[in-house]
């Protein structure tokens, strides 16, 4: 496996697509991390099934959220996508959360391309349904080990997401 911060730009954040890493598959309850150190996709830990992903999600090469770690993408589709492949992805908006006092936003996307459904998903106001679900899912996903530590602190339009996207790019640059 190669190197996503050797080999791979955000993207053309301003056009909004960038270029996004799939770590966990939708519906996955294995917590599955890109391992920077090491260049590797590592197994962190195996979550209880009902926490499972209602989405797919990854990290966007060459950013750094204020956590430490690159910043974090759910990207939205109709199947699963496999730990380890890239896209380029269009963003609709971003999900502001804080994990253990820590902010720790995701940025929300979908394909750039798809044909499937059109290119029909333009913004969170497509989603409102899987919208409750994202929320749902990540003010509880530690509930049994650390109750009340994740907060969904709110949403923001794609302009608000290319701001965090570029905050976390400038904090990638400079470290």
Do not use: C
Request: aromatic share 6%; hydrophobic share 40%; proline share 6%.
């Amino acid at each position: 496996m190669a190197d996503f911060n050797q080999i791979l730009t955000p993207g053309n954040v301003d056009d909004g697509i960038i270029n996004v890493v799939i770590e966990i598959p939708q519906g996955s309850s294995h917590k599955i991390e890109w391992n920077r150190d090491l260049a590797v996709m590592q197994l962190d830990r195996v979550d209880p099934a009902i926490f499972a992903k209602p989405t797919n999600y990854g990290f966007i090469p060459q950013t750094l959220d204020e956590d430490g770690d690159e910043l974090d993408a759910l990207i939205v589709t109709d199947a699963p996508l496999p730990t380890g492949i890239f896209l380029e992805a269009k963003i609709i908006g971003v999900m502001k959360f804080e994990d253990d006092g820590e902010v720790d936003d995701k940025i929300v996307v979908v394909p750039a391309d798809d044909r499937n459904s059109g290119n029909r998903i333009q913004s969170l106001e497509d989603i409102p349904q899987l919208v409750k679900q994202i929320e749902h899912h990540f003010n509880h996903y530690k509930d049994l080990k650390k109750p009340g530590t994740t907060i969904v602190k709110g949403w923001g339009d794609v302009t608000e997401a290319k701001a965090v996207i570029h905050e976390s790019i400038e904090r990638w640059n400079s470290k």
